[in-house]
């Protein structure tokens, strides 16, 4: 397979946390789309510098998790116990309904349960938008087990066995994919782009990248490289906090990143552009990405700006933020939280609690390429 020919455009959609609501941030199609809450159930959909697009209101529970796919909004509800008749916790995938203002079920059950092996529920995992991915018309559920080894360290995805699909447009119709060793070894996501699922593993201080075909059912090694030392990450929260080799793989149409490496899909010498680049939980890199140049937050938080074509890096702002979306027109950044960044970056191991109701006032700023900054929302 030859990553110069992949289709990025065709690429899969996982669910974005959306809370508290201000985190919510995708880029589609040229265009940045955030939430608003009144914290009251009420929520408007907004684009780029405060453009409406639509609104809607759930009658109970609060969104955890939140996804633009096509022409169509997706929402995971939380639905706590004592809520809606439910005697347990349970999540709820819907789609939004932007001409009547609601939302319309998809599937409604997919109660929390600790019993991975479960055959009656779709989902066992307590943050179902991380391992949920929209692509082609089907939702990819990553139900690859985790273990947790004798000395009590998270290992995510150990002794996996499948992803689970099932259509959007009819949850009858599901299917499961039989896992690859490369892939149960994969963690923490899977890529989904043009017809293939990306993935990487990392074999100590060597790691392969591969590319699992889905129709063919068949797996391809893309690359392999060496680094000068393993690189390790923290694990993901509520989980025990502990290292693992976490290998993160992204693309846009001049790149695909792994780890804090850039390597060029036409060919040529892979750099570690993301060396210096700030963390999420789970070993994904603070960045985003357009047709002229990769954004970056620091570890201080601050923005920087790397050419893709000269690869020089300019740092842009020592204001700090906590992320940033670019398009090809404008820079897209929230303002830094320190309520919620404990939960967000990976400086802070201790515990967060959330106040589900608290619709998050993380201020919005809209930059230009020459630097000149207005808050939008």
């Known amino acids: 397979m030859k990553l110069a020919k992949l289709n990025e455009k065709d690429t899969g959609v996982y669910f974005r946390e959306a809370d508290p609501t201000s985190v919510f941030g995708q880029i589609d199609n040229g265009h940045y789309y955030y939430l608003k809450s009144n914290g009251k159930r009420e929520y408007k959909i907004c684009r780029d510098e405060d453009v409406f697009v639509g609104e809607f209101t759930l009658d109970y529970g609060y969104i955890s998790g939140f996804a633009k796919y096509q022409n169509d ?11 809606a008749e439910v005697e347990t916790t349970r999540q709820a995938l819907v789609r939004v309904d932007l001409k009547n203002k609601k939302v319309q079920s998809i599937i409604d059950d997919y109660e929390k349960t600790e019993n991975a092996d479960s055959q009656d529920n779709y989902f ?3 943050h179902l938008y991380d391992y949920s991915a929209l692509y082609q018309q089907y939702i990819y559920h990553d139900s690859r087990d985790e273990v947790i080894d ?6 995510p995805y150990k002794s996996g066995k499948s992803l689970q699909t099932f259509s959007i447009n009819n949850k009858e119709k599901r299917e499961k994919i039989l896992s690859t060793s490369n892939m149960n070894e994969a963690k923490p996501y899977l890529t989904f782009v043009d017809g293939q699922i990306l993935y990487g593993r990392q074999k100590g201080k060597k790691v392969y990248l591969y590319a699992y075909d889905l129709n063919t059912k068949k797996e391809s090694e893309i690359l392999c490289y060496k680094r000068k030392k393993a690189y390790k990450c923290y694990g993901v929260p509520p989980f025990h906090p502990t290292n693992y080799d976490c290998v993160f793989v992204t693309m846009d149409e001049t790149y695909i990143y792994c780890q804090e490496f850039a390597i060029p899909r036409k060919g040529g010498k892979m750099r570690p552009l993301l060396r210096n680049a700030g963390e999420y939980w789970g070993g994904q890199f603070a960045f985003s990405t357009n047709r002229k140049y ?21 740092k842009l702002s020592k204001k700090k933020w906590m992320s940033v979306y670019a398009t090809d027109e404008k820079i897209y950044l929230v303002e830094y939280d320190e309520d919620i960044v404990g939960a967000y970056w990976q400086e802070d191991e201790g515990d967060v609690v959330q106040d589900h109701d608290y ?11 020459q630097g000149d900054m207005k808050k939008v929302g």
Not at 73 to 83: D, M, P, R, V
Not at 150 to 155: A, I, R, T
């Open 124 to 126: 066992w995992a307590d």
């Open 359 to 369: 619709p998050g006032e993380n201020a919005l700023y809209c930059m230009d390429f």
């Open 294 to 314: 990769i954004f970056y937050l620091d570890k201080k938080y601050q923005l920087h700006r790397v050419d893709k074509k000269t690869r020089k890096d300019v």
């Open 150 to 155: 004798k000395k009590l360290d998270y290992q």
């Open 73 to 83: 909004f997706y929402a995971f509800i939380t639905i706590e116990e004592g809520e």
